[in-house]
């Protein structure tokens, strides 16, 4: 294959040599037509024609070029450039009816090497219209960033605070609101600058707006005012009394504390912030009361100072029912605080009955067990005196009441007398002489001058006599069982 490629090579060579001559030579002579094509930018006229009538228009193509077709004679083709044309549509020309506006072509340059008229592709262009509007966007601040620690942002001005934007009616009514982003991180000081508005659809989504829509400002310039923080406490004042068989049982807030801003000399010497009374007040309350409260309005200061962000504070005043629980007590069980040792101290009744208040839970789990039910008798002297307890270690349950009974208080001497005498009466021989067992205050001069006297059986004197001992005889054993009856209740304090 080698030889066949390499024999006779220089006569080869020289053939290829000879053919290209009389290539050149034949199109020298003849010089043949060729069509050829070039893309041409498109260029649109009179659109103010359309704006005037308060329309706005797109062109209906994915092009913004058109293709200019021509002849040429082939040693020409290179002299010819895109350059050389220039394809444009007029705007005045726009035919409603079809939407339409043909496009036109001019040759600039080279038109000798040009010999046959020039076509254009596409000839017409369709053109979408819609109507003009405008409308008028209150600029939002956006803030990107986080001041420096202790500092926050007092305030930020717009100028101007309000742009008109223009453009059709499909583009405008996207566009749900404008704003400016700024730059706040690390600030610390006042700053000035300039931001471009960015535009937002109804979900805070940015929108990219094309060459149809108009502003009638480029740029917003813009002021930041910075000023020192701190935290202050809140402080809340309850008034009021909740509604009957009600209790209050404290609060809940949103917040403890607020940031607030101002003049740094100012707040230094502001510890908190105390919401009044009067705001969280209980008067009738049966049930949670909540209250939002603006703390903004309880500022000290309010010329010097301010809360930057949100002022409200949800607080809840908790209120809850009370029920009352009845519990029997042992009057064993009652601890009698500065008893006296030289007294005794017996009461009208076994028990007492003692009503407890407070909240259900509270009052589930007592017993009578848990209580220590007291009772002060530091001032109660012998005698019979009203019974008044106190309860011991109850936190969350109330004493309502307690049932009437009466301390009968007494000396430990006389008690010794009362059940000596007692003991006395128990032990008088049966057959002993009522006389004296009645009246013992007899002498010993009267028995004996009594028994000495003669006295005749049937006189008159012992008639009376006798009649006199009859009496004494039956009414002793009845005086003296009242009286053992009564000093019995006496000592045993069972009369009660």
Same mark, same amino acid.
């Given at each position: 294959?080698?030889?066949?490629?390499?024999?006779?090579?220089?006569?080869?060579?020289?053939?290829?040599?000879?053919?290209?001559?009389?290539?050149?030579?034949?199109?020298?002579?003849?010089?043949?037509?060729?069509?050829?094509?070039?893309?041409?930018?498109?260029?649109?006229?009179? =659109?103010? %024609?359309?704006?005037?009538?308060?329309?706005?228009?797109?062109?209906?193509?994915?092009?913004?070029?058109?293709?200019?077709?021509?002849?040429?004679?082939?040693?020409?083709?290179?002299?010819?450039?895109?350059?050389?044309?220039?394809?444009?549509?007029?705007?005045?020309?726009?035919?409603?009816?079809?939407?339409?506006?043909?496009?036109?072509?001019?040759?600039?340059?080279?038109?000798?090497?040009?010999?046959?008229?020039?076509?254009?592709?596409?000839?017409?262009?369709? %053109?979408?219209? #819609?109507?003009?509007? $405008?409308?008028?966007?209150?600029?939002?601040?956006?803030?990107?960033?986080?001041?420096?620690?202790?500092?926050?942002?007092?305030?930020?001005?717009?100028?101007?605070?309000?742009?008109? /934007?223009?453009?059709?009616?499909?583009?405008?009514?996207?566009?749900?609101?404008?704003?400016?982003?700024?730059?706040?991180?690390?600030?610390? =000081? $006042?700053?000035?600058?300039? =931001?471009?508005?960015?535009?937002?659809? =109804?979900?805070?989504?940015?929108?990219?707006?094309?060459?149809?829509?108009?502003?009638?400002?480029?740029?917003?310039?813009?002021?930041?005012?910075?000023?020192?923080?701190?935290?202050?406490?809140?402080?809340?004042?309850?008034?009021?009394?909740?509604?009957?068989?009600?209790?209050?049982?404290?609060?809940?807030?949103?917040?403890?504390?607020?940031?607030?801003?101002?003049?740094?000399?100012?707040?230094?010497?502001?510890?908190?912030?105390?919401?009044?009374?009067?705001?969280?007040?209980?008067?009738?309350?049966?049930?949670?009361?909540?209250?939002?409260?603006?703390?903004?309005?309880?500022?000290?200061?309010?010329?010097?100072?301010?809360?930057?962000?949100?002022?409200?504070?949800?607080?809840?005043?908790?209120?809850?029912?009370?029920?009352?629980?009845?519990?029997?007590?042992?009057?064993?069980?009652?601890?009698?605080?500065?008893?006296?040792?030289?007294?005794?101290?017996?009461?009208?009744?076994?028990?007492?009955?003692?009503?407890? $208040?407070? /909240?259900?839970? @509270?009052?589930?789990?007592?017993?009578?067990?848990?209580?220590?039910?007291?009772?002060?008798?530091?001032?109660?002297?012998?005698?019979?005196?009203?019974?008044? /307890?106190?309860?011991?270690?109850?936190?969350?349950?109330?004493?309502?009441?307690?049932?009437?009974?009466?301390?009968?208080?007494?000396?430990?001497?006389?008690?010794?007398?009362?059940?000596?005498?007692?003991?006395? #009466?128990?032990?008088?021989?049966?057959?002993?002489?009522?006389?004296?067992?009645?009246?013992?205050?007899?002498?010993?001069?009267?028995?004996?001058?009594?028994?000495?006297?003669?006295?005749?059986?049937?006189?008159?004197?012992?008639?009376?006599?006798?009649?006199?001992?009859?009496?004494?005889?039956?009414?002793?054993?009845?005086?003296?069982? @009242?009286?053992?009856?009564?000093?019995?209740?006496?000592?045993?304090?069972?009369?009660?």
């Amino acid at each position: 294959m080698k030889e066949i490629l390499t024999r006779n090579l220089g006569l080869k060579i020289l053939s290829v040599i000879i053919a290209f001559f009389i290539w050149f030579a034949v199109v020298s002579v003849s010089n043949p037509l060729e069509n050829r094509s070039r893309e041409i930018p498109l260029e649109v006229q009179n =659109a103010a %024609v359309l704006e005037n009538a308060g329309l706005a228009y797109e062109l209906d193509t994915k092009k913004s070029t058109v293709t200019v077709n021509y002849q040429v004679h082939s040693m020409d083709q290179n002299s010819v450039s895109a350059a050389d044309f220039r394809a444009y549509i007029n705007l005045a020309d726009y035919y409603p009816a079809t939407g339409t506006v043909p496009v036109s072509v001019e040759v600039l340059n080279n038109k000798d090497y040009l010999l046959e008229s020039v076509a254009v592709k596409p000839g017409v262009i369709r %053109v979408k219209t #819609e109507q003009i509007q $405008e409308k008028d966007f209150d600029l939002q601040v956006n803030p990107q960033g986080t001041p420096a620690a202790g500092y926050e942002v007092d305030r930020i001005e717009l100028h101007p605070k309000m742009v008109t /934007l223009r453009g059709p009616e499909s583009i405008i009514g996207r566009i749900n609101s404008v704003g400016v982003e700024i730059n706040i991180q690390d600030i610390r =000081a $006042e700053t000035a600058n300039t =931001a471009v508005p960015i535009f937002y659809d =109804a979900n805070g989504n940015k929108l990219s707006l094309d060459e149809r829509v108009s502003m009638n400002v480029k740029e917003i310039a813009y002021t930041v005012y910075v000023m020192k923080t701190k935290v202050l406490a809140l402080e809340f004042d309850v008034s009021g009394e909740p509604a009957e068989n009600c209790r209050y049982m404290g609060m809940e807030t949103s917040a403890d504390t607020v940031s607030v801003i101002g003049v740094e000399s100012v707040i230094a010497s502001i510890p908190s912030i105390r919401i009044p009374g009067s705001v969280l007040n209980l008067d009738g309350a049966t049930e949670d009361r909540v209250i939002v409260v603006d703390v903004e309005d309880y500022l000290p200061d309010k010329e010097n100072i301010s809360i930057p962000w949100n002022s409200q504070v949800t607080v809840r005043l908790k209120v809850e029912k009370l029920e009352q629980k009845t519990l029997i007590v042992p009057t064993n069980r009652i601890i009698e605080e500065g008893e006296n040792s030289a007294y005794l101290y017996e009461y009208s009744s076994d028990s007492v009955e003692i009503t407890l $208040e407070g /909240l259900n839970a @509270d009052l589930e789990g007592i017993e009578v067990s848990d209580l220590s039910v007291e009772m002060d008798v530091s001032q109660m002297l012998p005698g019979t005196h009203q019974g008044v /307890l106190t309860i011991d270690g109850l936190e969350e349950v109330l004493l309502v009441g307690h049932s009437d009974f009466q301390v009968i208080v007494s000396t430990k001497e006389s008690r010794r007398e009362t059940e000596e005498s007692s003991s006395e #009466e128990d032990h008088t021989p049966a057959g002993s002489n009522q006389v004296g067992a009645l009246s013992p205050g007899h002498s010993e001069t009267e028995s004996a001058s009594g028994s000495e006297t003669d006295t005749a059986p049937g006189s008159e004197t012992e008639t009376e006599s006798g009649a006199a001992a009859g009496d004494s005889s039956q009414q002793t054993p009845e005086f003296s069982g @009242d009286a053992s009856a009564e000093e019995t209740g006496s000592n045993g304090g069972t009369g009660w």
